[in-house]
């Protein structure tokens, strides 16, 4: 399969390693309105079919999906530019600015009757990805509560400004990625309870979110997020997990140590990820996860299956992300089934 990228900003170069990776796709052009970055992106990567202009890239074709690496802003008119065009999409998180755009981009995509994935790539972290399995395995019974958490206090605002300039931050921008671990793991929600804090001055958003879900199935999650909290080692940018169930005990530690506690049973492993070539520390834990995710959307493609992170999937993780806001700024509890 032949893709195009559009937006050559700070993520799409472990995007663009992760498509040279995959197998079964390559990326044939390139798009970014800032010529610079695209010239970068260009040369880094081999890539001489390069467009400033998005309209421009798609009307000239020759590629069956597209990959959105831009921020939110510009998703849903290139999404609806994409559906025009009649290509795959793959869009990045966060995947809307609220519940209409993301409900209109769907009916764009499943119009064409092509595919719609969010590249929503945190549950494709290798250690992450064998807690789930575990747990849908029943290693320890059925889960009745969880915590999914994330606490760092990592300077994110160097590698990416803007985090420091919206009305929103933590639940929008890294809360969304716990938030669907904790789907990934127990299932659809139906309500959510959250509170909000700014401890760092220098922002606009709140940098703290405390959130207590409701799953369908049973459990109870306390996905809880901080970008405000000094602590060593520092764990960026790890998820961190406790899961009780009927039969025993999960735990995901720092250091990307996985426990699962049955019978009076111990099992201890190392689920670290693996360094990549192209990859760094502390951030290769995220880019393996993006190969990954790329390559389940061409194997899903390939099969004619539905990515996990579908956009209809991703929509009931964006509604949380809203729900959590209304939650917090009405201090109350908010039930799914109000969005
Ligand atoms: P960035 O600002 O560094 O890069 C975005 C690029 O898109 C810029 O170069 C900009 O010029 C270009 N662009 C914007 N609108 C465009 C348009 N209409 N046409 C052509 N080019 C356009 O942003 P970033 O930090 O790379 O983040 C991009 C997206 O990736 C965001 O949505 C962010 O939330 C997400 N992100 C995801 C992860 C993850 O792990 N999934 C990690 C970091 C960022
Ligand atoms: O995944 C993300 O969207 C990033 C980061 C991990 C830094 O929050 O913005």
Redesign the pocket.
Known sequence: MKGAL???????R?QLHGWADVTGAEIVAI????ET?LAEAGEAFGIDRRY???AEMFAAGGFDFVDI???????R??VEMAAAAGVHVIC???FALNMDDARAMIAAVEATGKTLMV????RWQSAVRAAIEALRGGAIGTPFFGRVSFRSGYDVFS??P?LAEGERFIIE?LGI?ILDIARALFGDVDRISATTRRINPNIRGEDVATMLLSHGGGVTSVVDCSYATRRMPETFPETLLEIDGTQGSLRLDAGYRLTIQRDGQEEVRDVSPPVLPWAERPWHN?QE??ALIQQHFVDCLAAGRTPETSGADNLRTFALVEAAYLSAAEGRSVALSEL
């Open positions: 559009i937006g050559c900003g700070f993520f799409a472990n798009c970014d309105r800032d970055r400033a202009d998005a690496a831009t921020t939110v802003p510009s998703h008119p290139l990045q998180k966060p590249h929503e790539n945190f590698g990416q803007y921008d990625h995220i996860s993006v």
